[in-house]
T-cell receptor, first 115, second 114 residues
Framework: AQSVAQPEDQVNVAEGNPLTVKCTYSVSGNPYLFWYVQYPNRGLQFLLKYITGDNLVKGSYGFEAEFNKSQTSFHLKKPSALVSDSALYFCAVRDLTGGGNKLTFGTGTQLKVEL | NAGVTQTPKFQVLKTGQSMTLQCAQDMNHEYMSWYRQDPGMGLRLIHYSVGAGITDQGEVPNGYNVSRSTTEDFPLRLLSAAPSQTSVYFC?????????????FGNGTRLTVT
């Protein structure tokens, strides 16, 4: 089965510093990987995806993610964090069962950006 | 453009009661799905649909029923509520396959079963 792991429940970073939110994956075949963000009392919002191509994927709000096949990782990054980036971040992988129409989410990482 | 609309926002049920969580989207999306979100467990797929008249089970379907009679609506029915179904429920839709089109989420229904 396809799965993703987010090893950190919470990440704290100072505003202006670079941030990294970690994700590792386990898939059979080529991975389809995604990052979503959830603000308080809201649904998830799509940030970016990796299907194929360049290992560095750029997404919304200045976020990017680096796909690393040898380390089976898909870490989310931003060069300079903002307080407004504080939210819950989810990594997800496409599940190939059921015709590939399922996403399996990680457990989430709470990002806190402090002044 | 309303996007994905979920009603109600909050609901309290007693054990054994039944109810329907409503989900409607106005984006003409073929794909719709229901997730539940529990602390420390992320989001888990309950049921999904790739088009009107077609539904399938996700990871945690027991205790829930769905139907898809129109493209716009995808209601989730709890047949006999249990405390284990206390959760936040999210409906999500997508234009095409989830590989090519992002999921659009509603703002959730917070359900408490006592």
């Amino acid at each position: 089965a396809q799965s993703v792991a987010q090893p950190e429940d919470q990440v704290n970073v100072a505003e202006g510093n670079p941030l990294t939110v970690k994700c590792t994956y386990s898939v059979s075949g080529n991975p389809y990987l995604f990052w979503y963000v959830q603000y308080p009392n809201r649904g998830l919002q799509f940030l970016l995806k990796y299907i194929t191509g360049d290992n560095l994927v750029k997404g919304s709000y200045g976020f990017e993610a680096e796909f690393n096949k040898s380390q089976t990782s898909f870490h989310l990054k931003k060069p300079s964090a903002l307080v407004s980036d504080s939210a819950l971040y989810f990594c997800a992988v496409r599940d190939l069962t059921g015709g590939g129409n399922k996403l399996t989410f990680g457990t989430g990482t709470q990002l806190k950006v402090e002044l | 453009n309303a996007g994905v609309t979920q009603t109600p926002k909050f609901q309290v049920l007693k054990t054994g009661q039944s109810m329907t969580l409503q989900c409607a989207q106005d984006m003409n999306h073929e794909y719709m799905s229901w997730y539940r979100q529990d602390p420390g467990m992320g989001l888990r797929l309950i049921h999904y649909s790739v088009g009107a008249g077609i539904t399938d089970q996700g990871e945690v379907p027991n205790g829930y029923n769905v139907s898809r009679s129109t493209t716009e609506d995808f209601p989730l029915r709890l047949l006999s509520a249990a405390p284990s179904q206390t959760s936040v429920y999210f409906c999500a839709s997508s234009k095409g396959t989830i590989s090519n089109s992002p999921l659009h989420f509603g703002n959730g229904t917070r359900l408490t079963v006592t």
